[in-house]
């Protein structure tokens, strides 16, 4: 694959989604071709059907160990439909949650089988791995009060009870970015936008040239 795959992770509430927004104006003023996507994501009624089921948390509070398998399933999709084609073309693939949030939130944060997540990644196409991962680092309590403010936070059954549950999230991310320095770095996100901004741009300085920051996004 010649194109570019960045990831933005991080705990609900710390900022991925304007982040992501802002970093995709910033690559195309630099010349480069991007694909903005998310996850759960996809193309085509499969991908929307598994996202609704595991944000769904009637649902996803019942799935216990097969919520591993359903990310498994929806990742794979995921990849084979909108990453790998994009990669092909070299564009520059941006994606709000990868990998490292199956993770923290399923591995660290719920007690899921850290080896299974693993040897499931292992197989094709879920091997992939990206160039670059920016992890916006948020204390949990300003995370939750971002997300309630905006309103998605009770949407994904989330309340004050759940500090402790994002607790072990970030720090399985923190100790997911300790292990892989060179692939992920972490961003103080609970700054303001422009500053969170101006240091993602400089994690990825060294992989892409001429990137730099932008005032607003132009959307």
Do not use: N
């Not at 929806?74 to 990453?83: C, G, K, L």
Request: proline content about 5%.
């Amino acid at each position: 694959m010649s194109g570019l795959f960045v990831t933005i992770e991080g705990i609900e509430g710390a900022g991925k989604s304007t982040q992501q927004q802002r970093l995709a104006e910033a690559l195309r003023r630099a010349g480069r071709a991007v694909v903005e996507t998310r996850e759960p994501g996809g193309r085509g009624r499969l991908a929307a059907s598994l996202r609704s089921l595991l944000k769904d948390p009637d649902i996803w509070r019942g799935l216990r160990l097969a919520e591993v398998w359903l990310y498994a399933a929806a990742r794979a999709h995921h990849v084979e439909t909108v990453i790998a084609p994009a990669l092909e073309t070299g564009a520059v693939v941006v994606c709000d949650r990868f990998a490292d949030s199956t993770r923290a939130y399923q591995g660290y944060g719920r007690g899921r089988p850290l080896d299974l997540i693993e040897a499931l990644h292992a197989l094709e196409p879920l091997r992939l791995v990206p160039h670059r991962t920016v992890l916006l680092d948020v204390d949990p309590a300003v995370g939750l009060a971002r997300a309630r403010a905006r309103g998605t936070a009770d949407a994904a059954g989330y309340d004050d009870a759940s500090r402790a549950f994002f607790e072990r999230v970030r720090r399985g991310f923190l100790e997911i970015a300790a292990r892989e320095p060179d692939r992920v770095r972490v961003v103080d996100g609970a700054r303001d936008e422009a500053a969170v901004h101006r240091d993602v741009v400089a994690a990825l300085g060294d992989l892409v040239s001429g990137l730099a920051p932008v005032e607003a996004p132009d959307r």
